[in-house]
């Protein structure tokens, strides 16, 4: 059981300044005494709250640019948590081995030897260590990222009130999953000094196009009434398959999500209700291009009801595949249970080497399926106006509210005492000190690291590029729109 912590008056009573101008200092709070051989778990510290990301964060490591995509340095990264109240009572052992299966038990071990697992900030010398209340756990692990694009974010504007940018496609919003410094709001931090942004409304990761920011959380607040007044407009255009019908089309499927991990969802009767307008802009014997106006903000919805309607987006690397049967999902048809399409999708990724397509490892497939509250799509993404550095999980897991905007799946953090991530520990000669962006380091290997093991095909700039462009925000005050992107030409070709 832990120490109850000092009040706000500090435990005791409080006289008012004495003679001599002289202040009483409040007695420090009295410690219950342990029982024979009861570990002490020290109260919980107060969570930071804000919006920023600082310059440490930002110096945790830097970018290099190789065959069209950006890539991220490998580095010593801090994941934190309190312990959970389904951990109370079990040994840090079992837990790594029901929940955290992505690393064998080997790994945890020699992770704990290596002074990188800590426990209530001590070194954990014993993995069966029955956990308590109140714990406070630290795991420094050695931290790949995905590349993205090497396509740079073009800023559209920026005043007093907003930042509003291009976003490529590849770049999630902020950080998730997988990724932290490979993220729109890193890379303005970084590259622009675009710092403290609150994000108003989110896009896909695989979806390019209008991203806008607040500057101030009053801004924020009164672009978010709008939201929910329904208020702003949304446009996108997108190339899908087949010659798509003229006149206009309007589905309302409800949408169900199929698996937070990997971030899929399906027309279903139990789903929510959803609302889309489309409408063709031209054919070209091959492929039509479609300007969509989402009434609602579910989860892949522009996706899921092209899939539905027949004309999936060409290049669509979820709601575009095999996996979905003959018939890729037109009209519902799928004759597959939930189980079985996730593994043919992972397998048809797999057999292509494209799970970073996904925005999912191979460890993240071997991690614990029951562990329901650490979704891990790439697309995940967590309203940064409430927290934007924690993490919901021990190892890498994020999670955002997939009711807002055309975002992917992921649960909503189920755990709110969750302390802000700082800046990768100095770990010695293993990490990686050379700040620059440039040529690849040489000294980025870690001894424990699975990851530094493995040789990965990387993806091509062009697989990176999905047919899926935010083209114009609208709100009561504001319009922001981009170009037309060249795949949406009347006089493109493949």
């Given at each position: 059981?832990?120490?109850p912590?000092?009040?706000?008056?500090?435990?005791?009573?409080?006289?008012?300044?004495g003679a001599?101008g002289?202040?009483?200092?409040?007695?420090?709070?009295?410690?219950?005494?342990?029982?024979?051989?009861?570990?002490?778990?020290p109260?919980?510290?107060?969570?930071?709250?804000?919006?920023?990301?600082?310059?440490?964060?930002f110096?945790?490591?830097?970018?290099?640019f190789?065959?069209?995509l950006?890539?991220?340095?490998p580095?010593y990264?801090?994941?934190r948590?309190y312990?959970k109240g389904?951990?109370?009572?079990r040994?840090?052992?079992?837990?790594?081995?029901?929940?955290?299966?992505?690393?064998?038990l080997?790994?945890y071990?020699a992770?704990?030897?290596?002074?990188r697992?800590?426990?209530n900030?001590?070194?954990?010398?014993d993995?069966?260590?029955v956990?308590?209340?109140?714990d406070?756990?630290?795991?420094?692990v050695?931290?790949?990222e995905?590349?993205?694009?090497?396509?740079?974010?073009?800023?559209?504007?920026?005043?007093?009130?907003?930042?509003?940018v291009?976003?490529?496609?590849s770049?999630?919003?902020h950080?998730?999953g997988?990724?932290?410094?490979?993220?729109v709001?890193?890379?303005?931090?970084k590259e622009?000094?675009?710092?403290?942004?609150?994000?108003?409304h989110r896009?896909d990761r695989?979806t390019?196009?209008?991203?806008?920011?607040?500057?101030?959380?009053?801004?924020?607040?009164?672009?978010?009434?709008?939201?929910?007044?329904?208020?702003?407009?949304?446009?996108?255009?997108?190339r899908?398959?087949?010659?798509?019908p003229e006149h206009?089309?309007?589905?309302?499927?409800?949408?169900?999500v199929?698996?937070y991990?990997v971030?899929v969802?399906?027309v279903d009767?139990?789903?929510?209700?959803?609302?889309?307008i489309?409408?063709?802009?031209?054919?070209?014997?091959k492929?039509?291009?479609?300007?969509c106006?989402p009434r609602?903000?579910?989860?892949h919805?522009i996706?899921?009801?092209?899939?539905?309607?027949?004309?999936?987006?060409?290049?669509?690397p979820?709601?575009?595949?095999?996996?979905?049967?003959?018939?890729r999902?037109?009209?519902?048809?799928i004759?597959?249970?939930?189980?079985?399409?996730?593994k043919a999708?992972?397998?048809?990724h797999r057999?292509?080497?494209s799970?970073?397509?996904?925005?999912?490892?191979?460890?993240?497939?071997?991690?614990s399926?029951?562990?329901?509250?650490c979704?891990?799509?790439?697309?995940?993404t967590k309203?940064?106006?409430?927290?934007?550095?924690?993490?919901?999980?021990?190892?890498?897991e994020?999670?955002?509210?997939?009711?807002?905007?055309?975002t992917a799946?992921?649960?909503p953090?189920?755990?709110?005492n969750?302390?802000?991530l700082?800046?990768?520990k100095?770990l010695g000669?293993w990490?990686?000190?050379?700040?620059?962006?440039?040529?690849?380091?040489?000294?980025?290997?870690?001894p424990l690291?699975?990851?530094?093991?493995?040789?990965?095909?990387?993806?091509?700039?062009k697989?990176?590029v999905?047919y899926?462009?935010?083209?114009?925000?609208k709100?009561?005050?504001?319009?922001?729109?981009?170009?037309?992107?060249?795949w949406?030409?009347?006089?493109?070709?493949?």
């Amino acid at each position: 059981m832990a120490e109850p912590g000092p009040g706000p008056s500090g435990g005791g009573d409080k006289d008012p300044p004495g003679a001599g101008g002289r202040e009483d200092a409040a007695p420090a709070p009295k410690k219950r005494r342990l029982a024979a051989g009861e570990r002490y778990v020290p109260p919980p510290r107060k969570l930071s709250a804000g919006v920023s990301f600082g310059a440490e964060h930002f110096a945790e490591t830097s970018y290099y640019f190789e065959g069209g995509l950006r890539k991220v340095r490998p580095y010593y990264f801090d994941f934190r948590t309190y312990c959970k109240g389904r951990w109370v009572g079990r040994s840090l052992l079992h837990v790594f081995s029901t929940e955290f299966r992505a690393q064998p038990l080997a790994y945890y071990r020699a992770a704990a030897r290596a002074g990188r697992l800590r426990l209530n900030e001590e070194p954990v010398r014993d993995l069966d260590v029955v956990l308590k209340n109140n714990d406070f756990l630290r795991n420094t692990v050695h931290r790949h990222e995905p590349p993205v694009t090497a396509q740079p974010i073009q800023i559209l504007v920026e005043n007093d009130e907003v930042v509003v940018v291009d976003k490529p496609s590849s770049l999630p919003v902020h950080p998730c999953g997988r990724f932290r410094h490979n993220t729109v709001i890193f890379i303005l931090g970084k590259e622009h000094d675009l710092k403290e942004l609150h994000t108003i409304h989110r896009l896909d990761r695989m979806t390019s196009g209008v991203l806008m920011f607040a500057k101030t959380v009053e801004v924020s607040k009164r672009i978010d009434e709008q939201v929910r007044e329904r208020q702003l407009e949304k446009e996108y255009v997108c190339r899908v398959v087949g010659e798509f019908p003229e006149h206009e089309v309007v589905c309302e499927e409800p949408i169900l999500v199929v698996s937070y991990k990997v971030g899929v969802c399906r027309v279903d009767p139990k789903g929510k209700f959803c609302k889309t307008i489309f409408q063709r802009l031209s054919y070209n014997g091959k492929s039509s291009v479609v300007k969509c106006l989402p009434r609602t903000g579910r989860t892949h919805q522009i996706r899921v009801h092209l899939q539905y309607l027949g004309h999936p987006i060409v290049n669509d690397p979820i709601y575009n595949m095999e996996a979905w049967g003959p018939d890729r999902g037109k009209g519902g048809k799928i004759d597959k249970t939930d189980e079985e399409l996730l593994k043919a999708l992972v397998e048809e990724h797999r057999s292509k080497q494209s799970l970073d397509i996904l925005g999912i490892s191979e460890e993240d497939l071997n991690s614990s399926a029951e562990n329901k509250d650490c979704g891990n799509s790439g697309d995940c993404t967590k309203s940064v106006q409430a927290d934007p550095v924690s993490e919901n999980s021990f190892p890498a897991e994020d999670a955002e509210d997939p009711e807002r905007n055309d975002t992917a799946a992921c649960p909503p953090n189920s755990d709110s005492n969750l302390e802000t991530l700082e800046k990768n520990k100095e770990l010695g000669s293993w990490e990686n000190r050379d700040g620059q962006t440039g040529e690849k380091s040489s000294e980025e290997k870690d001894p424990l690291c699975v990851e530094c093991k493995i040789t990965r095909r990387d993806p091509s700039p062009k697989e990176l590029v999905m047919y899926l462009h935010a083209l114009r925000y609208k709100g009561a005050e504001f319009e922001y729109c981009s170009k037309m992107p060249e795949w949406a030409m009347e006089d493109w070709e493949e």
